[in-house]
T-cell receptor, first 116, second 113 residues
């Protein structure tokens, strides 16, 4: 089956630093990847949609300059949290949509970010 | 805009008992509906999905869900729960296959012996 990986699985960083999270589709090409954020005991909220080779589309209220998304290849998308603050601590989950039928979406295992 | 409501924040069920988790959606056209399960600190696992056709869909781990257009519902059921079913369950709706999903707030399932 289709597998999506995320790296790292968890990361701790100091306030003011930046951290990059990778999302890879291991056995299929993903023309589109989605980035979600999940606060403790809450639901997943879509942050942005990234299409390979083009700029990401951000949901309302998500800061583009803070959450930089790059989708440079059909198997890799990255989310960089710039100048992280404690309120950015969250569980970040990516999903990847296959570029061929049935175009289903597969989720990664998530990355736990803690900003101290 | 599409939305999903999961009215039950937390449900406790005895092992071996039946289970039904409720999900109501709001969407203007025919929705694409999903149920996912999430164990603590883990990602999402797809249990089942509905796109069209038979309104009773079977999923993994013995789960099933029924799409009822008249009630805008897509409730998840299991005839006999196992302790390993304890987890968070999310209902989600999308406009099309592979499009961004809108998730409900989730239902936390606790299993008691």
């Amino acid at each position: 089956g289709a597998v999506v990986s995320q790296h790292p699985s968890w990361v701790i960083c100091k306030s003011g630093t930046s951290v990059k999270i990778e999302c890879r589709s291991l056995d299929f090409q993903a023309t589109t990847m989605f980035w979600y954020r999940q606060f403790p005991k809450q639901s997943l909220m879509l942050m942005a949609t990234s299409n390979e080779g083009s700029k990401a589309t951000y949901e309302q209220g998500v800061e583009k300059d803070k959450f930089l998304i790059n989708h440079a290849s059909l198997t890799l998308s990255t989310l960089t949290v710039t100048s992280a603050h404690p309120e950015d601590s969250s569980f970040y989950i990516c999903s990847a949509r296959a570029g061929t039928s049935p175009y289903e979406q597969y989720f990664g295992p998530g990355t736990r970010l803690t900003v101290t | 805009a599409q939305s999903v409501t999961q009215p039950d924040i937390h449900i406790t069920v005895s092992e071996g008992a039946s289970l039904e988790l409720r999900c109501n959606y709001s969407y203007g056209a025919t929705p694409y509906l999903f149920w996912y399960v999430q164990s603590p600190g883990q990602g999402l696992q797809l249990l089942l999905k509905y796109f069209s056709g038979d309104t009773l869909v079977q999923g993994i781990k013995g789960f099933e869900a029924e799409f009822k257009r008249s009630q805008s519902s897509f409730n998840l059921r299991k005839p006999s729960v196992h302790w390993s079913d304890a987890a968070e369950y999310f209902c989600a709706v999308g406009a099309q296959v592979g499009e961004k999903l809108t998730f409900g707030t989730g239902t936390r399932l606790t299993i008691i012996p």
